[in-house]
């Protein structure tokens, strides 16, 4: 009996391995699987360049366009808004104005766009305007005040405030502003109200 008993002893134990073995084997692909969207997800979120800002108040901004007229920061409260210092001798800023006229042609309904040229005469800066139309008002800072008050070292940088008027992102260098990652980050902001933190 003990010989007719072993060997479907053995093959009960070697049925019950392959079933779990099986088990494992889809656990393990499942797992690599998370693995990998978890580490495209982390690569993803570490790739946008902008730098969290905890609910700032953003330094007073009035300055002239180029048509004369007297534009204030505090008017655009309700949208997020991007507040964009830039030179049009800079050389990533010129495509990246065409970038920013796109995305507020997208999205003109959610965001607003201020861009600030920096020490730059206003003949030169409608001349290039003329040949480079953008969709957006351009304020002048001659004599650097705003770029100082705003604590800009470098050119393009780009700060993102919330629609209560808060600056919650800064971007450094020049940005392609409509890559989905970096649209989807702006969405995110649509919807703060006052005292509400960003997710």
């Known amino acids: 009996m003990k010989n007719q008993a072993a060997p479907a002893c053995r093959g009960s134990v070697a049925q019950a391995c392959k079933s779990v073995g099986r088990v494992w084997l889809i656990a393990l692909l499942c797992l690599a699987h998370f693995a990998a969207w978890h580490a495209v997800a982390t690569a993803d979120a570490k790739s946008l360049p902008f730098q969290e800002i905890s609910n700032a108040a953003p330094p007073a901004l009035e300055a002239v366009d180029l048509d004369g007229s ?37 999205h003109s309904d959610a ?41 800009v070292d470098m050119l393009p940088t780009t700060f993102v405030l919330d629609p209560t008027g808060a ?17 989807a980050r702006l969405e995110e902001l649509k919807e703060v109200r006052p005292n509400q933190p960003t997710q």
Do not use: Y
């Open 70 to 106: 007297h534009i204030a920061l505090d008017g655009f409260v309700g949208k997020t808004v991007l507040v964009h210092f830039f030179a049009t001798w800079c050389e990533p800023c010129r495509p990246e104005l065409a970038s920013l006229s796109e995305l507020k042609a997208k």
């Open 111 to 151: 965001i607003e766009i201020l861009a600030v040229s920096v020490a730059e005469p206003r003949v030169r800066l409608q001349r290039f305007f003329e040949k480079n139309p953008v969709n957006f008002p351009v304020v002048m800072d001659a004599d650097r005040s705003t770029t100082q008050a705003w604590g």
């Open 167 to 183: 600056v919650r992102l800064k971007v450094e260098g020049d940005l392609d502003w409509s890559q989905p990652n970096v649209v």
